[in-house]
């Protein structure tokens, strides 16, 4: 099970920190990333982390703004976001990866997906 | 750089079967994975791999493949399998402003079951 926080309503330009917590499986050894879905939209990836944490990829459309992060000692994925701007207004999922590998040679899915938390980026 | 186009639409009379496709340069070398997302819910993973459901997902969802071409078929199509259906595969083509997409997603298409 995974379960985000820390959503809710910000100014443009600001910063947000998003938490995940999982529980029921073994979060240390899989690889987690996050994803969203703006209003009415299609989902978008947003950025992975590996298992260890050692290394990360994100969306290059951020262009940097966005920090991917975990604790495994406490199952907790983390997304800083900063210079929020009015289109990164969105529900923010995360999810668990592979096993293990943060991309596997051919089949790469998300499963399961946490019930999402809302990020509205307002003036 | 790489997409996944999807029909926004699709429509199937209940207990009929139903094909959602999904193309893509991407599929040539990555997999599809198919998620269900009912209004107001988390994406639900329904086929992934070659033809994999994950445990809980009934029998009548299965996946096939074919060059750049995935597709979802639902057989005998039920009223509770109206949803918005996404797909998605690995990416790593360089766009044309050189940055990279590693993940993509089709727009989804809004299956109605009649």
């Known amino acids: 099970q995974l379960v985000e926080s820390g959503g809710g309503v910000v100014r443009p330009g600001r910063s947000l920190r998003l938490s995940c917590e999982a529980s029921?499986?073994?979060?240390?050894?899989?690889?987690m990333h996050w994803l969203r879905q703006a209003p009415d939209k299609g989902l978008e990836w947003v950025a992975v982390?590996?298992?260890?944490?050692?290394?990360?990829f994100s969306a290059e459309s951020l262009k940097g703004r966005f920090t991917i992060s975990r604790d495994n000692s406490k199952n907790t994925l983390f997304l800083q976001m900063n210079s929020l701007r009015t289109d990164d207004t969105a529900v923010y999922f995360c999810a668990r990866g592979a096993q293990w590998l943060i991309w596997t040679p051919r089949d790469n899915y998300f499963d399961p997906w946490g019930q999402g938390t809302r990020v509205t980026v307002s003036s | 750089s790489s997409e996944l186009t999807q029909d926004p639409a699709v429509s199937v009379a209940l207990g009929q079967t139903v094909r959602i496709t999904c193309q893509g340069d991407?599929?040539?070398?990555?997999?599809a994975s198919w998620y269900q997302q009912k209004p107001g819910q988390a994406p639900l993973l329904v086929i992934y791999g070659k033809n994999n459901r994950p445990s809980g997902i009934p029998d009548r969802f299965s996946g096939s493949n074919s060059g750049n071409t995935s597709s979802l078929i639902i057989t005998g199509a039920q009223a509770a399998d109206e949803a918005d259906y996404y797909c998605n595969s690995r990416d790593n083509s360089f766009n044309r402003d050189n940055t990279i997409n590693h993940v993509i997603f089709g727009g989804g298409t809004k299956l109605t079951v009649l």
């Open positions: 991407s599929l040539r070398r990555y997999s």
């Open positions: 982390i590996s298992y260890d944490g050692q290394n990360t």
């Open positions: 029921g499986f073994s979060f240390s050894t899989y690889a």
